[in-house]
C-alpha cells in the first residue's frame, strides 16, 4: 500500500506528470536521468511517483516487467542476462503495486531463499541483498520459513554498531541507509513472529539516538560524523526515525524537499531531476501527512 502526496503540498502535480512523460521514451519504460537504458529500477520509481499522485499504474509496465522476467526472478534490464534480487524486488513492487501479484513466478520464497543463503544455511548476501530479498517477499505476501527467519535477524544483529545504526556486513561502520534497512527488515520479522529486536530494549533506545543524532543544522547526514547528506539521506533517516517511535524531523525534511524542487516538475540533488530523488522527495512529504494524521 502507498500514501499519497497531502494535496496541500505546494507541487504541481501536472508538472510533476510532464517530468515522468520525459522520462519514458515509450509506454511502460522509463530512463533514469543520465542512463541511457531503461531498467526496473526506473520503473519501479516511476510507478511508485505515479501511485502517489493517485494515478493508476500503466499496464505496459507488465509488458517491461515480464520481458525481464528470467525463468523465476528478474533482470534490471531487458539486454542483461543474469537475474539480481535489486531487480526481483523493484518488479514485485511493482506488480504488488499494480495488484498483480499473480504474475509472480511458482515458488517465490524457494527463489528468494535460494539467493539468500549459501548450501550450508548460512547469510550469503549482505544487507543490501537481504533487504531486497525479504523486502520482495513480504511485496509477495509470503514469508521466510522460520529457521531461516531466524538466521536472517541474527545476521542484522551482527551488522549492529556497539554505539547504535546498523552496517552493510558485520564489523563495517553503520550508516543511515542500512540502519533504515536493518530496522524495517526487523519490523517484517517481528511481524513474523521473531521477536530478537523488539526484545533488546538498550539496543531499541541506542538505535534511536544514533538516528537522532544524524540529524542536525537541518539535514540528515550518512552517519553522525559525516557532512553528506543528500534527499535518499533525509528518507533513509526520516523513515529510520518513524521505525525507531522518534519526532518527524520537519525541519530536515522541509528544507531538504524545498532545496532540490527543479523546473522541470522533478527533484534532484543536482542540477537535473531524477526519478528516484523524485520518489524520495514524495514520499518525505506523504511520511509527514502519515505522521500528522496518526
Wanted: glycine letters at 8%.
Amino acid at each position: 500500500m502507498t500514501s499519497h502526496i497531502p494535496t496541500s503540498a505546494c507541487l504541481d502535480a501536472p508538472l510533476i506528470r510532464r517530468f515522468l512523460a520525459d522520462r519514458s521514451p515509450a509506454p511502460g519504460i522509463y530512463v533514469e536521468t543520465g542512463e541511457a537504458q531503461p531498467t526496473l529500477e526506473a520503473l519501479r520509481w516511476a510507478a511508485e511517483i505515479t501511485s502517489m499522485l493517485g494515478d493508476p499504474i500503466d499496464e505496459e509496465m507488465l509488458v517491461f516487467i515480464t520481458a525481464c522476467c528470467r525463468s523465476e526472478a528478474f533482470a534490471m534490464r531487458v539486454e542483461q542476462f543474469e537475474p539480481d534480487l535489486g531487480a526481483t524486488y523493484y518488479a514485485t513492487r511493482v506488480l504488488a503495486l499494480a495488484q498483480h501479484r499473480s504474475l509472480l513466478p511458482g515458488h517465490f520464497v524457494s527463489v528468494i531463499a535460494q539467493r539468500l543463503f549459501a548450501a550450508n544455511g548460512a547469510i550469503a548476501v549482505d544487507v543490501d541483498g537481504l533487504f531486497y530479498g525479504i523486502r520482495a517477499l513480504e511485496e509477495a505476501a509470503l514469508r521466510l520459513p522460520r529457521r531461516q527467519a531466524e538466521q536472517a535477524s541474527a545476521f542484522i544483529c551482527a551488522c549492529a554498531a556497539p554505539e547504535g545504526g546498523y552496517a552493510v556486513r558485520p564489523g563495517a561502520v553503520a550508516d543511515i541507509e542500512r540502519t533504515y534497512c536493518c530496522l524495517q527488515m526487523q519490523r517484517i520479522l517481528n511481524h513474523g513472529g521473531i521477536p530478537r529486536w523488539r526484545e533488546d530494549k538498550m539496543r531499541a533506545i541506542r538505535d534511536a539516538g544514533w538516528v537522532d543524532s544524524c540529524m542536525r543544522e537541518k539535514a540528515v547526514y550518512l552517519t553522525p560524523q559525516s557532512e553528506m547528506t543528500s534527499l535518499a539521506a533525509t528518507y533513509w533517516g526520516t523513515h529510520a526515525a518513524r521505525l525507531c517511535g522518534l519526532p518527524f524531523p520537519e525541519a530536515q525534511v522541509n528544507d531538504a524537499v524545498e532545496a532540490a524542487w527543479r523546473s522541470d516538475g522533478g527533484f534532484g540533488n543536482g542540477d537535473r531531476a531524477t526519478l528516484w530523488d523524485t520518489y524520495c522527495a514524495l514520499r518525505l512529504l506523504s511520511f509527514g501527512q502519515a505522521w500528522t494524521s496518526s
